[in-house]
């Protein structure tokens, strides 16, 4: 159970056990106790909690001792004034600011709340002194201390009144310690009206509402929601306030009516009161317009306008909340690979698909828990009770195909969730859920739960990132050339360009570690036309140097990155221009995955191709319908994966996959590069098969500067 429900309902037995208490010593020391204790909860709950309102909890807290000292000081009877009374008076002007300060939005204090507040103050007041203060002030009978004393009362309770009647007809959402505040304070108000109008009344009764209070007070400090901003406009005027308002303004005419002259200034009272009932109806009107106004814009400005569901800022919004209540979960969802599908469909099938999804994710979470539009293809649910099935749920549910338009697409999601707990911000656990989710994508597995390593990783590879833009411009980089040899005589046909990084510090960092991060934070373009344009200037100066001697072509790989640039072909036609090659002694390796989704990456590989530069589809047989991408792209070369040659040797359907994929290249008159051959059995077999060209560590290593006199060992 929580600290703070404990305390609430230990608190309000207490006050119940005063009230039905007889009158004893015992009687009073409950009473002092339970004070002090409230006291001391509310100092706690601020040390725990640390809100920035923190400097005006402990004016509260201030205010809060000095009413605990009058009631010590009023339980010895003291004679009328006493010090008690000094210790009452004192405790309101800290209580009403602190309460104004507490239950208002942080921002200027000269707001529309101060203003409403002064206008009841005003209204009130009038009432007051007409009718209390001035019979008081002006009886010459009562002593002047006294007559301060008694006057002191019903002012401090026009200034309590004017602060609590706005706290009460705030509009917006409040959270739970605001609702406690709200409810300490109206009770506080109706003891100061009960108090003042009847001062002969129930002190006893009075004296537990008063008891009450303090609890209250004390468990909205001790609420964790204590610490979050007040949400909700509460300088906006709502029909209540209004009707508040109105009230005080015409409580003047009224005062008149009352105790005025009706014959002199009876019309012109009646008239004001017309008056103002007038306005206040005018506004009325004007406010039904700006609130409906206002919800719309309020609205778009909290939802996706494509899927109807929350968007971003609104679920940050709902997760505070919920974290406030107890222990709560995110999902994040990524439909890998769905920028393909605008590219080979149009926008309007994708904004098709991402509708289908939003109304899936809508009619599929459960009650209470909230779906999420993030922006572009990212979604997100809440789940008020965590629960492990959900997730799998929702990976069951999307494995399944969406409807767009007349088009059925199967997209593939890459879940990432995080739990969250009472105190963490809501902007922290999206962000674990999220970098969870990334994980995911990067690693290409349905789901993956946050950790703290999650973070260590992404921050190492932020710091990777760093390095890689001051390597860039220091130079660390070197382009290294891997021969690609004729099987049937070990000459050298082309060489493929590989980068290396040596760090300064890290020294040599493997391109498996580096290249991912350079694909994520947007480098791998600078880097790869860089390393485009020294494989070119090297090959032109081998081509001049060796003549007939060197190699055929170079081969060069392009990231999915660099085919989506817009102009990417022209920036290879223009390091063709500038070292002097002919477009067909290069050769432009790209991957299935890179050219799967069609659009953008296809149009480049095509206008490349018509230009002349030899295309090569690089790691063959892993990707995702390579047979397709053969008809569908123009191929030159196909470059049969490492995975299929390492147990070649062995029986199996390694070597059916090997067999089957040079014929398909024959069949299709292509060239094929067997990758990764090590052994002089791998080599030997794959030319018993018709493979006439291969590279690997057998043939030779990557260097920078290799040597093309000598036929490699075949």
Same mark, same amino acid.
């Given at each position: 159970m929580a600290a703070w429900r404990i305390w609430l309902v230990c608190g309000l037995a207490g006050a119940v056990l005063y009230a039905v208490l007889p009158e004893s010593p015992a009687v009073i020391v409950l009473a002092t106790g339970l004070s002090l204790a409230a006291v001391a909860v509310t100092v706690a709950g601020v040390r725990r909690h640390r809100p920035v309102t923190a400097p005006w909890?402990?004016?509260?807290?201030?205010?809060?001792?000095?009413?605990?000292?009058? $009631?010590?000081? /009023?339980?010895?009877?003291?004679?009328?004034? #006493?010090?008690? $009374?000094?210790? /009452?008076?004192?405790?309101?002007?800290? !209580?009403?600011?602190?309460?104004?300060?507490?239950?208002?939005?942080?921002?200027?204090?000269?707001?529309?709340?101060?203003?409403?507040?002064?206008?009841?103050?005003?209204?009130? *007041?009038?009432? =007051?002194?007409?009718? !209390?203060?001035?019979?008081?002030?002006?009886?010459p009978t009562m002593p002047p201390l006294t007559r301060a004393v008694v006057a002191g009362y019903p002012t401090a309770g026009v200034l309590l009144c004017a602060v609590i009647i706005p706290i009460l007809l705030r509009r917006g959402p409040r959270s739970a310690s605001l609702w406690l505040l709200t409810a300490a304070s109206a009770l506080t108000l109706v003891c100061n009206v009960l108090y003042t109008l009847v001062p002969a009344g129930p002190a006893r009764l009075l004296f537990t509402g008063y008891l009450i209070a303090y609890v209250l007070f004390a468990a909205a400090a001790a609420h964790p929601s204590m610490a979050l901003p007040v949400a909700g406009d509460a300088d906006s005027l709502g029909r209540s306030r209004l009707g508040v308002l109105t009230a005080s303004m015409l409580l003047v005419p009224a005062v008149v009516l009352i105790r005025g002259d009706w014959q002199r200034w009876g019309v012109v009272a009646a008239g004001s009161m017309v008056l103002f009932v007038l306005i206040a109806a005018r506004m009325a009107g004007y406010m039904r317009r700006v609130d409906s106004q206002s919800r719309q814009l309020l609205h778009l400005a909290m939802h996706d306008d494509l899927t109807g569901l929350p968007n971003r800022r609104e679920l940050e919004r709902r997760v505070t909340r919920a974290l406030t209540a107890g222990p709560c979960q995110v999902i994040v969802i990524d439909l890998a690979g769905f920028r393909h599908v605008n590219d080979r469909l149009g926008r309007a099938a994708g904004d098709q698909a991402l509708t289908a999804v939003g109304e899936l994710l809508r009619t599929c979470v459960r009650d209470g828990d909230v779906a999420a539009r993030m922006g572009a293809d990212e979604f997100a649910v809440l789940v008020r009770t965590p629960d492990g099935h959900v997730a799998n749920r929702l990976l069951e549910m999307l494995r399944h195909p969406v409807q767009a338009g007349e088009h059925e697409l199967l997209l593939t999601a890459r879940l990432g969730t995080a739990a969250g707990e009472p105190g963490?911000?809501?902007?922290?656990?999206?962000?674990?859920?999220?970098?969870?989710?990334?994980?995911?994508?990067?690693? *290409?597995?349905?789901?993956?739960? =946050?950790?703290?390593?999650?973070?260590?990783?992404?921050?190492?590879?932020?710091? !990777?990132?760093? $390095? !890689?833009?001051? #390597?860039?411009?220091?130079? $660390?980089?070197?382009?290294? /050339?891997?021969?690609?040899?004729?099987? #049937? #005589?070990?000459?050298?046909?082309?060489v493929e360009a590989l980068v290396r990084w040596t760090h300064p510090v890290r020294g040599p960092v493997s391109p498996a570690t580096f290249i991912p991060v350079a694909e994520d934070n947007g480098l791998i373009v600078e880097l790869g036309e860089w390393i485009m344009r020294t494989a070119c200037r090297q090959f032109a100066r081998w081509r001049r140097d060796l003549g007939d001697a060197a190699p055929e072509y170079v081969s060069v790989n392009v990231s999915a990155r660099q085919l989506s640039e817009p102009g990417f072909p022209d920036v290879v036609a223009q390091i063709l221009l500038s070292t002097g090659l002919r477009p067909d002694e290069l050769l432009v390796e790209v991957t299935e995955t890179a050219i799967f989704g069609g659009g953008v990456a296809i149009e480049a590989v095509e206008t490349l191709h018509d230009t002349g530069v030899r295309i090569a589809l690089d790691d063959f047989g892993t990707g995702h319908s390579s047979l397709g991408l053969l008809r569908a792209v123009p191929v030159d070369v196909l470059k049969v994966d490492k995975s299929f040659v390492d147990e070649i040797a062995e029986p199996g359907r390694e070597a059916v996959i090997v067999d089957a994929l040079i014929h398909v290249s024959n069949g299709l008159g292509l060239r094929a590069v067997a990758e990764g051959v090590e052994t002089a059995e791998q080599a030997g077999y794959l030319r018993g098969l018709g493979y006439h060209l291969a590279q690997g560590y057998y043939f030779g290593k990557p260097v920078e500067h290799p040597d093309f006199t000598a036929a490699a060992r075949v």
């Open positions: 909890w402990y004016v509260f807290v201030a205010g809060a001792c000095a009413w605990v000292c009058g $009631d010590l000081i /009023y339980a010895f009877q003291p004679p009328f004034p #006493s010090w008690a $009374d000094a210790c /009452y008076l004192g405790a309101y002007p800290m !209580l009403t600011v602190a309460l104004f300060r507490l239950t208002r939005q942080r921002g200027p204090v000269w707001s529309g709340t101060l203003i409403d507040s002064a206008i009841i103050a005003v209204g009130v *007041g009038i009432v =007051y002194w007409t009718f !209390l203060i001035a019979p008081i002030v002006t009886d963490m911000a809501a902007s922290e656990l999206v962000r674990r859920a999220d970098t969870a989710r990334y994980a995911a994508k990067a690693a *290409g597995v349905p789901l993956v739960a =946050y950790t703290g390593e999650l973070d260590e990783r992404a921050e190492a590879a932020e710091r !990777l990132g760093a $390095d !890689l833009r001051h #390597s860039l411009d220091d130079g $660390d980089f070197t382009v290294v /050339y891997q021969p690609i040899v004729e099987l #049937s #005589s070990g000459r050298t046909v082309a």
